[in-house]
C-alpha cells in the first residue's frame, strides 16, 4: 500500500461552487481572525482536491445501484485551510462535496474542523470535528494521492460506513510514546465524543422501510475509542490496534408501522436502541518501493427496541384485544387478563435481527512504487457479512484485486483497478435479476490536488 505519510489537514470539494466558496471564505475569515492571538507569524496552508470516478460492475451493482450499467456518481472535492498559531497551536477546517450514488449529491458539509494544542511530543489535545483513527488508513482515506489504490479494501474501510465510521465531534488526545527505545515507539489516540451521521447514508434505509418512517435518522448518543501503532525497532514495520464503541438510537415518527396488525399512527422518541463496536489489527512493512500490508477487522452491531418503544407498540394491540373480550361478554379481569396475552405476543413478533450484524472481514496487499510516475498493487480480501455463516455464497465475498497508478506531474494521476468477485456478500440485486455469485468490477478514477 502506497502510503506518503500523514498529511493531517488535506481532504476535498465541487459545485455548489457558491456555496463552497462562502464556505471556505468562513474558514479563512475564523482562521485570520484567530492568527491574532500568537506571537508567532502564523503560516496559512491551503489545499484542495478534485475526483471523478467511473464504477461498472457485471450482473451486481456493488456500493450504490446503478453501476452495473457503468455510473459517474462517484466523485468527490474539498478545499481545506489550516494555520499555525504560534508554536503549540494549530487549527484548521475542512469542506467537502461528495456524490455517492443516492448519498451526498455534492451538498457542502463540515468534513472536519479542529484545534490542535501539542504540549510536548507525549501529549497533544484536539478539540473539535476529529478524524477517526480506525485502522491504518481511515485518518487519511480521503487522500487520494496518499495511495495507490482506488478504493480502500473493502473489507475493513467499507465505503458505505464512510459517514459512520469518518470523524467524531469531541475531545482527543494523542502522542509518541518511547521515542528512542531500541523497541521503537508508540503513537496513540484516545478520544470520547459524537457522530454526526447525514440523514442520507444507505444503510439507514432498511429501517426508514420497515418501519415506513421516511424521517427516521441516526442519533449519536456517545462514541469513545482510540488507537495504538507501534513503530517497531525493525525500520519500516508498524503494528496496529484500534477500537471504537458507538451507542445511538433512531427516534420513529410513522403514519403507519407496516408490521402494525393495527396500522395506526406511530410515535416513539428513542423507539430502537443501537450499539456498533469495530475492532481493527494491522501489520504493515515498507522496505525500499515495496509496501506489505494486511489488516483485520471485527465488526460487531447490535440493535433492540426501546421501552418506551414496546410501550407505544402494545398499548393499542393491548386496549384492541380488552375491548374484544368484553364485547364477547368478558369481565374486566379477563378482558385484562387477554389484553396482555395479545400484548406479549405482539412483541414477541417483533424481530430485529436483520438490524445487527457480527461482521469480519480482512485483507493482504502488495504494492510497488517503481518510479515517481507508475505504482500497481495486487490484493485478496475475504469479507464475512455475518462470521457464524462462512459457508454461505450469499453473506461471503472473496476479492481478487489488482491496479496501476499513473502519475501525471505533482497534481494529475489517474488510477485503474480491476477486482473479481466470488462469492455475493454486499453486492446489491439489479432489478429484474438474480444476485451473481460470480462477478467483477472496473474502477477508473482522475484526480487532480494542489
Known amino acids: 500500500m502506497h502510503h506518503q505519510g500523514p498529511s493531517v489537514f488535506h481532504p476535498w470539494t465541487r459545485p455548489g461552487w457558491k456555496t463552497l466558496v462562502r464556505g471556505l471564505l468562513a474558514v479563512f475569515t475564523a482562521l485570520s481572525a484567530a492568527g491574532g492571538l500568537g506571537a508567532v507569524e502564523p503560516s496559512l496552508e491551503i489545499h484542495g482536491s478534485l475526483a471523478q470516478s467511473y464504477l461498472s460492475s457485471t450482473h451486481n451493482d456493488i456500493l450504490f445501484p446503478g ?49 490542535d494544542y501539542f504540549f510536548n511530543e507525549k501529549l497533544g489535545m484536539r478539540v473539535g470535528k476529529i478524524r477517526l483513527p480506525l485502522g491504518f488508513y481511515n485518518e487519511y482515506r480521503d487522500v487520494d494521492s496518499a495511495r495507490t489504490e482506488l478504493l480502500l479494501p473493502q473489507e475493513v474501510y467499507r465505503e458505505g460506513l464512510r459517514s459512520f465510521i469518518l470523524a467524531y465531534t469531541g475531545v482527543g488526545i494523542y502522542g509518541k510514546l518511547g521515542k528512542g527505545l531500541r523497541a521503537g515507539d508508540v503513537d496513540y489516540h484516545l478520544y470520547v465524543g459524537t457522530l454526526n451521521i447525514p440523514d442520507d447514508v444507505q444503510f439507514v434505509q432498511p429501517l426508514r422501510r420497515s418501519h415506513n418512517a421516511p424521517a427516521m435518522g441516526l442519533e449519536t448518543d456517545r462514541v469513545y475509542g482510540g488507537s495504538l501503532f507501534w513503530n517497531t525497532g525493525l525500520k519500516g514495520l508498524r503494528l496496529g490496534f484500534s477500537a471504537a464503541r458507538f451507542r445511538g438510537h433512531y427516534d420513529i415518527d410513522s403514519p403507519a408501522l407496516f408490521y402494525s396488525p393495527l396500522h395506526a399512527p406511530f410515535l416513539s422518541e428513542r423507539g430502537l436502541l443501537q450499539e456498533a463496536e469495530p475492532k481493527v489489527v494491522g501489520v504493515e512493512y515498507q522496505r525500499g518501493r515495496w509496501t506489505l500490508a494486511s489488516e483485520y477487522q471485527i465488526f460487531q452491531r447490535k440493535a433492540e427496541y426501546s421501552a418506551d418503544f414496546k410501550r407505544a407498540y402494545a398499548q393499542p394491540i393491548i386496549a384492541a384485544a380488552e375491548r374484544s373480550a368484553r364485547a364477547g361478554g368478558a369481565d374486566a379481569a379477563t378482558a385484562a387478563t387477554a389484553g396482555q396475552a395479545a400484548g406479549d405476543k405482539a412483541l414477541a413478533g417483533l424481530n430485529v435481527g436483520s438490524f445487527a450484524f457480527d461482521s469480519q472481514g480482512w485483507y493482504a496487499s502488495l504494492s510497488c512504487q517503481f518510479d515517481d510516475r507508475w505504482s500497481a498493487f495486487l490484493r485478496y480480501g475475504e469479507y464475512l457479512a455475518e462470521r457464524s455463516q462462512r459457508s454461505t455464497p450469499s453473506l461471503r465475498r472473496d476479492d481478487y484485486a489488482m491496479g496501476l497508478r499513473r502519475d501525471f506531474g505533482v497534481h494529475w494521476r489517474a488510477k485503474a483497478e480491476l477486482h473479481l468477485f466470488d462469492g455475493s456478500a454486499g453486492a446489491l440485486a439489479v432489478r429484474g435479476n438474480p444476485i451473481a455469485d460470480s462477478w467483477s468490477l472496473l474502477a477508473l478514477r482522475v484526480s487532480f490536488d494542489f
Not at 462535496?97 to 472536519?112: A, F, I, T
Request: charged letters at 25%; zero cysteines.
Open 67 to 115: 453501476t452495473e450499467h457503468g455510473s459517474f456518481e462517484f466523485s468527490e472535492a474539498y478545499l481545506n485551510a489550516s494555520r499555525s498559531i504560534g508554536e503549540k497551536l494549530r487549527v484548521g477546517a475542512q469542506i467537502l462535496s461528495r456524490d455517492y450514488g443516492p448519498e451526498g449529491n455534492h451538498d457542502v458539509q463540515l468534513d472536519w474542523g479542529y484545534g
